[in-house]
């Protein structure tokens, strides 16, 4: 409150903090930028997931370097090991109001059937367009 950040930007403060504190080689990159917050945030996340060593962090670390936020999301992805990846595929969650949230999980075969669907359409739908046109 003190220094006037709001609560996401602390948290990705301290977090970058403490992934700092374990991977101390990392500083010179966070300052020149070649890390930033939301990639050392999205990568503690990641280490406590996987209960990463210090020499896996290194590694991980090191292929996030100028990467943009989605490419370091399918890095950290590529890294898990298909235990910590989430099941089922589809995961439903009760909202207010008589909503559904729906979850799903689309492996690679079935993104590149709906990528093959979006040029063969030539014009622009979401996944979920593009799912429901596949279920006709």
């Known amino acids: 409150k003190e220094l006037k950040y709001s609560e996401g930007s602390a948290w990705r403060r301290i977090s970058a903090m403490k992934v700092l504190k374990e991977v101390p080689e990392i500083k010179d990159k966070i300052e020149s930028g070649k890390l930033n917050l939301t990639q050392l945030n999205m990568a503690r996340t990641h280490f406590r997931e996987v209960k990463a060593s210090k020499v896996e962090k290194k590694e991980i670390l090191l292929t996030l370097e100028n990467q943009s936020t989605k490419t370091t999301e399918r890095l950290l992805a590529e890294c898990k090991p298909e235990a910590v ?52």
């Open 85 to 136: 990846i989430p099941r089922p595929l589809i995961q439903e969650k009760a909202l207010k109001g008589q909503k559904l949230e729906v979850t799903l999980i689309l492996d690679e075969e079935l993104q590149k059937e709906l990528e093959e669907i979006q040029v063969l359409l030539e014009k622009p739908l979401s996944k979920l367009e593009l799912l429901k046109l596949m279920g006709k």
